[in-house]
């Protein structure tokens, strides 16, 4: 599976828990519908009544309120709000605007989150607010800071509901105009239909498209212009940086700025759950993840191949191949834990599972890190002549797995690269020159003045061919043995190869013999060889 392929797989994986996405996000906004069904559990075990609207405790009431709002059902979300204390004055807005207009400050805020209040009936005592008090938040205006909360009343039912205080709901009006929205914003959000999309009202959805498309444009043309400043005309990696900057970079870029106009717009508690989700964002940051692997895998390669190392392309692939499923896998548990999800025993599962796979792939693995132990040394590469242990041949294929060579018999030994990585190699092809090593037996009865001409003769040959290395060649009378003198020839040959090397040394050995012969000296013969007298 290519880097394609695993976003394919990812963005699939999106997609069918998205469907589920925005019920997981009203059911983390009913924590209220949850704790209501608790309570009303124990309430008729009790045989007491239950505020039908969940309004039991701070935390209850403040996210039915939300939820109400998100329904866009502000005949119920009124029935939240407490009548403002007679000092306040008459305020003429109706009940159901006023709990419009509420949501919409406490959205453009960011107070939708009623996870800090209290699940108890009687609040909080311990937070330096009167008993029947319970803060929501505080809410900058240009007279100072205003406290939202909420305060335990005396239902038309004659239960102890919460409802937002008389005096938050009295100062509803001035923090409306204080946080509404510029002209233009309204003009859009007049002309636009009055829906919703996983929560958010489709107006912020025309506006943060439009600006994402604004964005992306200017870094569609700069990412184009960087790729020609960053690469080279013809070099091949052009086209692949410009794909790479343009597409999964500037998206990613262009969908946070989106985003943020998003939460600058205001967002519901349903609208923040998916936000918070971070559904596309997470998708397009493991695209450009995906991305970043496939075009550093590219690059390598290409440079490996300009130094002749072709054969250590071949691990890059695989490697970067798991490098790309542990991206996606990171991804998926990332989105998962921000939807809400408990991640916990998912990843002791995978910790269980990656031990057992690990025990049952030990000896593969083994074998994949010796091939990348021998990628990165290259104590050999193919076609070098080499010796392991005690096998002599040349390499024809360095794998995953094993390592095939072809021995001088041309038969063809596989090495498992765990094995090969932990022992010797002996790297003939690695040389930068061939040794000619000879030994010249001559006659006993040789005597001193032709053995120097000789020893003169044969040097004569050494140095008058120019593939031997004149810094190193000698020819020395080695010693005196019982039946000839031994005269010890060494040089190095410049040249790898081993066929070009026989050719030289054929050239020299033929040498000696013609200069032993000119100097009419005789090679010394076994004694068993020798004519009987």
């Known amino acids: 599976m290519n880097g394609p392929g695993l976003l394919a797989w990812f963005l699939a994986a999106l997609l069918i828990a998205s469907s589920t996405g925005p019920a997981r996000a009203q059911d983390a906004a009913q924590a209220t519908t949850q ?22 405790t701070p935390r209850s009431a ?8 998100d329904e866009r059902d502000f005949e119920r979300a009124a029935r939240f709000l407490e009548e403002p204390p007679f000092w306040y004055g008459r305020v003429e807005t109706s009940s159901e605007e006023l709990a419009k207009r509420l949501g919409f400050v406490l959205q453009r805020v960011g107070l939708v989150d009623p996870g800090g ?22 809410i900058t205006t240009d007279s100072g800071e205003v406290q939202i909360y909420l305060r335990r009343v005396e239902s038309s039912d004659g239960l102890q509901v919460w409802k937002f205080g008389g005096s938050t709901v009295a100062q509803i009006p001035e923090l409306y105009g204080r946080y509404s929205y510029p002209g233009w914003v309204e003009a859009i959000a007049q002309r636009v239909p009055s829906w919703t999309f996983l929560g958010i009202e489709a107006f912020k959805w025309v506006i943060a498209l439009s600006v994402v498309g604004v964005v992306y444009l200017p870094l569609f043309g700069l990412s184009l212009l960087l790729s020609i400043v960053l690469t080279k005309r013809g070099s091949g990696t052009r086209k692949r940086v410009r794909r790479f900057l343009a597409f999964p970079v500037s998206s990613l870029v262009a969908l946070a700025v989106g985003a943020s106009v998003l939460d600058h717009l205001g967002l519901g508690l349903t609208g923040r759950k998916v936000m918070e989700s ?13 991305a970043t692997v496939g075009l550093w895998r590219d690059l390598a390669i290409k440079r490996l191949e300009q130094k002749g190392r072709v054969a250590a392309a071949i691990v890059l692939r695989p490697l970067a191949r798991a490098l790309q499923v542990v991206i996606v896998v990171v991804g998926v548990l990332f989105w998962l834990s921000n939807l809400g999800f408990d991640i916990s025993t998912l990843l002791a599962g995978l910790g269980v599972g990656g031990v057992a796979l690990a025990l049952a792939l030990q000896k593969p693995l083994e074998d994949i890190f010796g091939a990348v132990t021998l990628f990165s040394q290259q104590p050999l590469r193919v076609h070098d002549l080499c010796r392991v242990g005690g096998s002599l041949g040349t390499v024809e294929e360095i794998g995953l797995r094993t390592t095939r060579l072809r021995t001088l018999d041309k038969t063809v030994i596989s090495i ?13 092809s690695a040389r930068g020159s061939i040794r000619y090593l000879q030994e010249v037996r001559l006659r006993v009865d040789t005597d001193r003045e032709k053995l120097e001409r000789v020893l003169g003769a044969v040097r004569g040959v050494l140095t008058s061919e120019e593939s031997v290395d004149g810094a190193t060649c000698r020819a020395r009378l080695k010693e005196l043995a019982e039946f000839a003198f031994v005269i010890e020839v ?3 040959v410049r040249t790898t190869d081993f066929a070009v090397f026989l050719d030289h040394a054929e050239r020299l050995t ?23 007298v």
């Open 117 to 138: 209040l209290s699940e108890a009936p009687e609040g909080v005592f311990a937070d330096g607010q009167p008993a029947d008090r319970e803060t929501v938040g505080s």
């Open 416 to 428: 498992p690269n765990a094995a090969l990585a932990s022992q010797p190699i002996e790297n003939i």
């Open 62 to 69: 403040f996210g039915g309120f939300l939820l109400a709002i």
């Open 35 to 56: 704790s209501e069904a608790l309570e009303a559990e124990s309430l008729e075990t009790a045989a007491e009544p239950v505020d039908a609207l969940g309004r039991g």
């Open 490 to 492: 060494h040089a190095y």
């Open 278 to 290: 971070y559904t596309l964002i997470t998708a397009l940051g493991v695209w450009a993840l995906l």
């Open 510 to 532: 033929l040498g000696i013999i013609d200069a032993v012969h000119a100097q009419g000296a005789s090679f010394a013969e076994p004694p068993e060889l020798r004519p009987s």
